[in-house]
């Protein structure tokens, strides 16, 4: 690879921090700054996506908002809470539209046109964008019935499109010229083919996961499982078939893997997974409930519902790094919950010996004062059994001190080895980008491996950014600093002084590994350097034998 090439991607990273700053700098009006800073697709770091997604979650709220109001014993109470928000929507969704009507002279779609703003106010997202808003102002003119104003605001859904379209060409670019069984484990499965909206069918499963279950513990409450109860059945039929659909699409494109290849034992391979059977049990009670309920009572499977959340746990990498912490530290857990043990059994055996006859109706026995010890050993102390006898309190006492030690040392284990794999995913993670880099493949945070990778380190973009750069520094201290002109290298003192120190250490460590005879090398370096060079020589290997040879 070329020093060039190698300076380029050095650099890659370095510049993306300062795109946004360049392309304000080269703004000539304030209109270019305004729309750099805000809707500027071509721009790094700039507030394109944070406007996209603020305005994306606050038309999801007003759907919410507008089934919320179909409950009269919710909406009535709170009419002026609705009207609150519903006129906070209007003003942001307008401020949007005529933002957008003002910049539309600098988009590059309009921009061509004989008239930019015409072009736009006649484009179809801007048509969606004034539909979102007109029904809002239609009122004050015309005599709009307000049920009817209710059911126009769904028009504001229609907004979405300006994040969906975009993402769907994306995929369907993606995805060009490949079969529906890859497109469909593009979209369920994490592959280089699934872009933008992948991530948000990913989002859309984990947000019903949240209102699905926070829906099942309202609905344990009597009150308000009496006014919201068909409330409650639709949000369950909507995310049972959501969770369907993706568990059947993943079976049917699983084959795709190599890993599941086998059109029959590879899907039945992957249906045993444990994220699979996640899936599974995500939708078993509502079918087992749905056909079986005139044979059993099935009520009691509605609590099942709540394994949903493990869903969202596969979507983290967290759960995976915790499970290489206990199997890692195994041996060290076992050590500590064998001497828990021990310190309970114990515990209970003395409260028993010393409390039983002043207590018999609490500590009747060994396995009931186990709850005393339990609870006194781990510091929980609910108060509930407490000893009478002196001796008894004393021994309390002990026990607590002691069990604030043994109880702790799982917690601290897991907590100091949860933060060395974190850290070793890191350094994996650089080790993975540096041989990247000596294969000649790009290292950069808009690569799909690297996105992948930081995606499922949790890393944000400030940390990865971090160790891309580290490695590309790394990179280019190691290995191009060789072909690199040593004019280059003497304009920038830092790096000259690190080029200088490597090369004096490898220097060094040959003159102290060679082998040759003195008085053979001797000759040979009176032939090649001068006589300061060869003094050089001798002083690095540091040979007495040399020395005295020489002289």
């Known amino acids: 690879m070329s020093t060039a090439s190698h300076s380029s991607q050095l650099n890659s990273t370095q510049s993306n921090s300062l795109l946004l700053t360049d392309a304000l700098a080269r703004c000539t009006t304030v209109r270019q700054k305004v729309y750099t800073y805000l809707l500027d697709p071509e721009v790094e770091n700039n507030k394109h996506q944070q406007v996209d997604g603020w305005i994306s979650f606050l038309i999801i709220s007003n759907l919410f908002a507008l089934v919320v109001e179909r409950i009269p014993a919710i909406f009535e109470p709170h009419q002026q809470l609705f009207h609150a928000f519903d006129v906070f929507s209007v003003i942001v969704f307008t401020i949007e539209y005529l933002t957008r009507l003002y910049l539309a002279p600098e988009d590059k779609e309009f921009k061509s046109k004989w008239s930019a703003r015409t072009a736009y106010v006649f484009s179809p997202f801007a048509v969606i964008d004034f539909l979102a808003v007109a029904p809002f102002y239609f009122q004050a003119f015309l005599p709009v019935d307000l049920r009817v104003l209710r059911f126009l605001r769904l028009l504001r859904m229609l907004k979405l499109f300006r994040v969906l379209i975009p993402a769907y060409h994306e995929f369907m670019e993606l995805n060009a010229h490949r079969t529906l069984r890859q497109k469909m484990y593009s979209l369920v499965f994490p592959s280089e083919f699934g872009g933008a909206i992948h991530e948000m069918f990913e989002s859309v499963i984990a947000w019903w996961v949240v209102i699905s279950v926070f829906a099942v513990i309202l609905e344990s409450v009597e009150s308000i499982h009496f006014v919201l109860s068909t409330q409650f059945i639709i949000i369950d039929s909507i995310a049972v078939g959501l969770f369907s659909i993706e ?48 044979l059993f009572d099935l009520r009691f499977l509605r609590v099942f519902r709540l394994m949903r959340l493990l869903k969202i746990t596969k979507q983290n990498n967290s759960t995976a790094v915790l499970k290489r912490v206990f199997t890692r530290e195994t041996p060290i857990l076992a050590a500590a919950l064998f001497v828990m043990m021990l310190m309970v059994v114990l515990a209970a055996s003395l409260a028993y010996l010393m409390e039983h006859d002043s207590q018999p109706d609490k500590y009747e026995n060994i396995p009931s004062s186990i709850y005393w010890a339990v609870i006194t050993l781990s510091s929980v102390g609910y108060g509930d059994l407490t000893p009478v006898t002196p001796v008894g309190r004393v021994m309390t006492i002990l026990m607590a001190v002691i069990g604030v030690g043994i109880f702790a040392i799982p917690s601290a284990l897991l907590a100091s080895s949860f933060a060395d794999e974190l850290h070793a995913d890191k350094n994996n993670l650089a080790i993975a980008l540096y041989h990247r880099l000596k294969m000649g493949l790009p290292v950069d945070p808009k690569d799909d491996f690297v996105i992948s990778e930081g995606k499922r380190l949790n890393l944000s973009p400030e940390q990865l950014k971090g160790v891309i750069d580290k490695v590309l520094y790394d990179f280019k201290i190691t290995e191009d600093l060789v072909p690199q002109p040593l004019l280059e290298i003497a304009n920038n003192t830092d790096q000259a002084l690190e080029h200088f120190v490597k090369k004096l250490s490898r220097i060094r460590q040959l003159g102290i590994l060679v082998q040759h005879e003195p008085g053979e090398t001797m000759q040979r370096l009176s032939a090649l350097l001068s006589p300061s060079e060869a003094e050089l020589w001798k002083m690095i290997q540091g040979s007495d034998q040399f020395l005295n040879t020489s002289t």
């Not at 699409?249 to 996640?278: A, N, Q």
């Open 247 to 294: 568990y059947f699409l993943k079976l049917y494109s699983c084959v795709e893997d190599p890993v599941f290849k086998k059109w029959f034992s590879g899907r039945v391979k992957h249906s045993l997974k444990f994220s699979s059977i996640i899936d599974f049990l995500a939708i078993l009670p509502f079918f087992l409930e749905l056909f079986l309920h005139h």
